[in-house]
Nanobody, 116 residues
Framework: VQLVESGGGLVQAGASLRLSCTAS????????MGWYRQAPGKQRELVAS???????NYVDSVKDRFTISRNNAKNTVYLQMNSLIPEDSAVYYC???????????WGKGTLVTVSS
């Protein structure tokens, strides 16, 4: 499974960004997907996840601001990020959990920087 993230960048506080992660090499619709982030000096944390059935989960700090979604026809998972704050600055990684093997695959990440 190969994952390619895009959509990161430098924005001001209050702005929005949409991250995309396109997958190949597996039956995308059957895989659970997630977005993680890692800020300098901190551990990688789950931001949001979406199951193959469309059930979503969010870390408390992004609830009501971020939305995860998927387009199975495009093999892509999205993270819509609104009302960004400096604390959201991090490298954002896409993760795919293979539906059959349970193996986790990671993208290389996309950098999000929010200035105050």
């Amino acid at each position: 499974v190969q994952l390619v993230e895009s959509g990161g960048g430098l924005v001001q506080a209050g702005a929005s960004l949409r991250l995309s992660c396109t997958a190949s090499g597996s039956i995308f619709s059957k895989n659970d997907m997630g977005w993680y982030r890692q800020a300098p000096g901190k551990q990688r944390e789950l931001v949001a996840s979406i199951t193959s059935g469309g059930r979503t989960n969010y870390v408390d700090s992004v609830k009501d601001r971020f939305t995860i979604s998927r387009n199975n026809a495009k093999n892509t998972v999205y993270l819509q990020m609104n009302s960004l704050i400096p604390e959201d600055s991090a490298v954002y990684y896409c993760k795919c959990t293979h539906w059959l093997s349970g193996t986790d695959y990671w993208g290389k990440g996309t950098l999000v920087t929010v200035s105050s």
